[in-house]
Each structure stands twice: as C-alpha cells, then as structure tokens.
C-alpha cells in the first residue's frame, strides 16, 4: 500500500487526524525548509533604558493581523517612550510613528526578510494571523533572527510553533499584547532571560527537496530536476505538492 499523505507541519498533521484518524499511520510531516547552522547574533542583553524593536512582518491584510498591529501602534501608551516600531514588507500604509522597510522576496531573494530583520536587530516581531496558518514562512524568518514572536492564539501552526518551542508567547486578543507591551521593565526582563534560555536560531533556510525522494520512494522510481533552471525546479516542486494535497482530500472525501 503506498498511500502516504504529507503535512506540512506537525500541526496540520495533528489537525488533520483528528478527522481522518484511520490515517494515522500513513501522515508525514515534511516541512516545506531545511535549515542549517545556528544564527547567533542579535542576542544582545536590553537594558531599562533601551528601546524596544518591535516589527510587524508581511502583508497588510486583517487575516495576517494588520488590524492588530494599528490598535498596537494607536493604543499602547508608552508606544513613543519604549518602544521603536518598524513595519517589513511592500505594503504602501503608513502609520505614524513606524518606520517602513522594504522587502519584496520575489525580487530581492528569499533570505531578504531574514536579512532586514537582523540588520535592524528587531527584538520581537507580531506575527498576528487570524486564521490557522498551515507553516508560515514569517515565522521561520523571525526565528532565524532571533526575534522574540507575540503570536494569536488563532493562527495555527504558528501559535503552536511558538509553544512547543518555546519562541515566544501566545495571545488571544490585541488587549492582551497591549497589556504585555505597557510593563517594559517585564518585557526587557523576558527578553534577556529568553536569549539566555533559548537556542539560537537557524543561520539558513532552504528549500526542502524531500518531497522528491518520497515520490522517488513511493513510485520506485527517479524525478531529475537537475537539468532545470533552479526556478523551473521549483515550480516543479510546488506543483507536486499541490497535487499531493489534492489527492489527499479527495481521498479523505471517499
């Protein structure tokens, strides 16, 4: 029997045994990256007197927790005194009080936000997606720059990443952040004592390839994309993993 279905992350894995559990068997997680080596600059110790870096990564959208992020920026009171608030992506709002940094993947390479997050030597990054998320590759991207992640309770894979691995604290509403935010002197506290605690994040993502050795495994057989232009590959890549998933709900639907 070859049937295998493939998760993403070992929350979708979760999640989706809890309705198919005469599947248990046959799930593996396989993460759409690998990563290699250990970052361990932006570590440094917060003192008393040292303002926050606090950056919101990503769309502009409700569903990734924009609106979040402006009742953080209009509501936290001590905003201006603590904290420095910085805003990574190509969205075009402004909101006064942040500063914008551009990032756009697709035409800087896919290590740009990991890049601009530790040559700004953020602190903590909201991740604040309303809706469960089944990997986030913001998510990564903090980690591999030591940020600190205020996640929502909601969004899936991230608030359970942050959890079991202890990258940061989940919340269930924007009052909650803004009550974290207000006492400073527990946040420099938390941060100092999470550097210390916590293992460096990852120097390098990658594209993770073993997908292709599952096929490979499974069919009995050999996918060659060497021959293929890296973005040709990857389009490969992808297509294959969209196909997997729609076969492994209309499976599930039988």
Not at 31 to 52: C, P, T, W
Request: hydrophobic share 35%; glycine share 6%.
């Amino acid at each position: 029997n070859r049937l295998v279905f493939v998760a993403p992350s070992a929350y979708v894995k979760n999640q989706w045994v809890k309705y198919y559990p005469q599947y248990s068997e046959k799930v593996v997680v396989i993460a759409h990256q690998k990563f290699e080596g250990q970052y361990v600059g932006n570590r440094n110790s917060l003192s008393y007197a040292s303002k926050i870096r606090i950056g919101y990564v990503g769309s502009q959208t409700k569903p990734k927790g924009w609106e979040i992020w402006k009742d953080i920026l209009s509501k936290l009171p001590n905003a201006k005194e603590d904290y420095d608030f910085f805003y990574f992506g190509n969205g075009l709002e402004e909101i006064e009080g942040m500063n914008k940094v551009y990032v756009e993947i697709h035409r800087q390479g896919k290590d740009a936000m990991i890049q601009a997050l530790r040559d700004k030597q953020i602190d903590v990054v909201l991740l604040g997606s309303v809706c469960g998320e089944t990997y986030s590759y913001t998510l990564y991207e903090a980690h591999a720059a030591n940020c600190f992640v205020l996640a929502m309770k909601s969004s899936g894979n991230i608030a359970y990443t942050v959890q079991h691995e202890n990258w940061g604290r989940v919340f269930n509403s924007s009052e909650e952040i803004i009550s974290f935010l207000y006492d400073k002197k527990s946040v420099v506290e938390l941060l100092n004592e999470w550097n210390q605690e916590v293992a460096p994040g990852t120097m390098l993502c990658r594209d993770n390839d073993d997908i292709l050795m599952l096929f490979e495994h499974i069919c009995n057989g050999a996918i060659d994309t060497g021959h293929l232009h890296p973005n040709i590959a990857s389009n490969v890549i992808r297509c294959l993993l969209s196909r997997i998933y729609y076969w492994a709900r209309e499976s599930g639907n039988k």
